[in-house]
């Protein structure tokens, strides 16, 4: 057990809507990263959140957006979506005693019909 | 960005086999890390080099990086089925950014 907790673990939804992926750090990690994976584009860093601050961003669209709350909690909102969105979608936290290790959690399997 | 090529894309070994799986890239590693992955479930972080020729072991797993810090190597001594899963390269997006842009992975299957 990581200690990183995503919910929900399963998704099923239509194109066009709108989902929010929630994720719980380890206790005490500062860093939220949230990555896409997917067969065809592999593993993608999507966005890096540091104590409610963005900061890094990488392949993430334009109608994707995270967030991370004072409570140190992320969400990844994903709107307007695409068959081509299904994938399953990793949050990672890390502290800063050990840059560089990053915690994943199980992952939200995202589809899309 | 950091492209990263790893080879092979699939092994499969018998148990107690020793293995070697590549990581190669284009550009200099600033920071090289090996996470494994079990099917469908997370990565397991297993260790980070950043000096050229350096080697770290994480039980029966080695990883070297070369003196050039544009190739890894991961290897595997007495293969078990506790190995199998997805191993993933990942090099730092940027010179100590510490975000990992990871490689297609190498799928690794162990039968007993």
């Known amino acids: 057990d990581s200690g990183v907790t995503q919910t929900p673990k399963h998704l099923i939804t239509a194109t066009g809507q709108r989902v929010t992926l929630r994720c719980s750090p380890r206790s005490g990690d500062l860093s939220v990263y949230w990555y896409q994976q997917s067969l065809d584009q592999g593993l993608q860093f999507l966005i890096q959140?540091?104590?409610?601050?963005?900061?890094a961003k990488g392949n993430i669209l334009e109608r994707f957006s995270a967030q991370q709350f004072p409570d140190l909690h992320s969400e990844l909102n994903l709107s307007s979506l695409e068959l081509g969105d299904s994938a399953l979608y990793f949050c990672a936290s890390s502290g800063w005693t050990r840059p560089g290790e990053l915690f994943f959690g199980e992952g939200s399997r995202l589809t899309v019909l | 960005s950091q492209e990263l090529e790893q080879s092979p894309q699939s092994l499969i070994v018998q148990e107690g086999k020793n293995l070697t799986i590549n990581c190669t890239s284009s550009?200099?590693?600033?920071?090289l890390y090996w996470y494994k992955q079990k099917y469908g479930e997370g990565l397991i972080f297993l260790m980070m080099?950043?000096?050229?020729?350096e080697e770290k072991s994480h039980e029966k797993i080695t990883a070297k990086l070369d003196e050039k810090k544009q190739q890894s190597s991961l290897h595997i001594t007495a293969s078990q089925p506790s190995h199998a899963g997805i191993y993933l390269c990942?090099?730092?997006?940027?010179?100590?950014?510490?975000?990992?842009?990871f490689g297609r992975g190498t799928s690794l299957i162990v039968h007993p």
């Open positions: 550009k200099t590693l600033y920071g």
């Open positions: 990942g090099a730092d997006r940027s010179g100590g950014s510490y975000i990992p842009t």
């Open positions: 080099l950043q000096k050229g020729g």
């Open positions: 959140y540091y104590n409610g601050e963005e900061r």
